[in-house]
Structure formats: structure tokens, C-alpha cells
């Protein structure tokens, strides 16, 4: 088969087009390992492994590209160049390709990770850490990189989201409020340890007028259904439950 045309197209790659009708999109690496430059022709016989060669480019050139919008670990990539259906093992030819020339590192992952969850979330470190195991980075390498997210900082952090929580509560007191706070704290990853010990701080006694403002609201609606001593105890059965005290 002759080659009759070279024109060059996106993504680094050839259209390569043959005296047989026939045309192939080929990666410059490609045409340069069969010399086809200087021969201008493909053998039938070279067909198949030029073909597996061109693939082998593709899947290498795809993880790569993909890496310029959005870091990933290797797991990530692994994953990304399996969903497209390209075969395992030029998947993993691809990624250890990739790793022996510094373009994936689990390690600067788990580096870039935990320094931007400390500069753009409240995220605390054992969400991080839980995070980042889903990326199949190891516990070893996430221990080891989160050193960097010191006692300090946390406190510092911790604080902040407590304020922030009592400021825009306005239904709940007392220990509901401060149960409250303390699983939100929990749940974006903090120990205990370190949220009790911000949280000994704070006050979490009634704010009188929250008090009068939720009773008045239970009242005009309880009231519908319940009046006297029955009435009352309902407010104050659901004012309890938001850790709320009313006293007249």
C-alpha cells in the first residue's frame, strides 16, 4: 500500500491517506517508528502491528491531555482510561509510562489535595484523609502529608465554624444546639477531642429572645388544637426539644 498523502490534524496526529482508498489517523511517534516517511508505503504484514502501536499512543496521549485539566491519582487515571474501553493492559502501559515520567504521583496528589481543602473548605483532616482513600492513595503517604494540617490550624477552623453555626442558628439552644454543632464538626472530619475543646468555650445558655420568638410561634400554632395546661405543655415539650427554655 502506497502513501500517497500525509495531513497533519489535531491532537498530534496524521491523516495518513493510502492508493487503496483507504486512510489512517496515525501519531507523528507512529510514523517515525516504521519509517514510514521514507518508505511511503505499509506493508499488509505491518498493518496490525501499526495499528497496535497507534492505540498504544492514543491511550498515552488521552491520560495525558486528561491530566492538564484535573490532576489525578493513579487510580483516577487508571479508571478514566478503563471507562473508555481502551484494553488493561495498554491502560497500565500508559500509566506506568506516566509515573516513571513524573506526570502522576500519588504523593504531590495527596500534596495538592490537603492544601487546597485547607485553603478552600472547612474540611478537617479525617474527611480528608477519608476522601483521599477513596482515591486508593495510600493510608502511609496520606499520614505522612497531613502533618501538614496542624493542631493550630484546626482549632483555628474549628472556631470559626462554631461562630458561624450559632450566629445562623435560630431555632435550636442549649445542649441540642451545641449536640448539633458538634456532630456538623464530626461529620466535616474534626476529633472530638479538639472540637470539645473549642466548644467548652462557648456559652450555649437560652437566648431569651429566640426563646420568646420560638414560644410565640408554637403558640399561635399548638393553639389550634390545644388550650390550657395542655397547651403549655406542649409549647414547652417542643421547645425542650430544640434545647430551648422558656420562662415567663
Do not use: W
Amino acid at each position: 500500500m502506497k502513501i500517497i498523502k500525509y495531513k497533519k490534524g489535531s491532537k498530534g496526529l496524521y491523516k495518513v491517506e493510502l492508493d487503496d482508498g483507504r486512510s489512517l489517523a496515525l501519531y507523528e511517534e507512529v510514523i517515525l517508528k516504521f519509517n514510514l516517511l521514507l518508505t511511503k508505503e505499509i506493508l499488509e504484514t505491518d498493518l496490525s502491528d501499526i495499528e497496535k502501536y497507534n492505540l498504544e499512543c492514543d491511550v498515552y496521549y488521552v491520560a495525558l491531555n486528561s491530566l492538564k485539566s484535573r490532576f489525578k491519582s493513579v487510580y483516577d487515571t487508571k479508571e478514566y482510561l478503563l471507562k473508555k474501553e481502551y484494553p488493561l493492559d495498554l491502560v497500565e502501559m500508559a500509566v506506568d509510562k506516566l509515573v516513571s515520567q513524573g506526570y502522576l504521583n500519588d504523593r504531590s496528589y495527596a500534596k495538592g489535595f490537603i492544601n487546597n481543602k485547607m485553603v478552600t473548605s472547612n474540611m478537617g483532616p479525617n474527611k480528608i484523609r477519608k476522601e483521599l482513600l477513596e482515591h486508593k492513595i495510600s493510608l502511609d503517604i496520606i499520614n505522612e502529608e497531613l502533618v501538614v494540617f496542624e493542631e493550630e490550624l484546626q482549632l483555628e477552623k474549628i472556631n470559626k465554624i462554631v461562630d458561624k453555626l450559632i450566629r445562623s442558628n435560630h431555632t435550636r439552644g442549649g445542649f441540642v444546639l451545641k449536640k448539633k454543632i458538634t456532630n456538623d464538626l464530626v461529620m466535616l472530619g474534626y476529633d472530638v477531642d479538639l472540637i470539645n475543646k473549642v466548644i467548652s468555650d462557648y456559652d450555649f445558655s437560652n437566648d431569651k429572645d429566640m426563646v420568646k420568638k420560638e414560644y410565640d410561634k408554637l403558640y399561635k400554632r399548638l393553639s389550634r388544637k390545644y388550650s390550657g395546661n395542655e397547651l403549655e405543655y406542649k409549647i414547652k415539650e417542643k421547645l425542650y426539644q430544640k434545647g430551648l427554655y422558656y420562662e415567663e
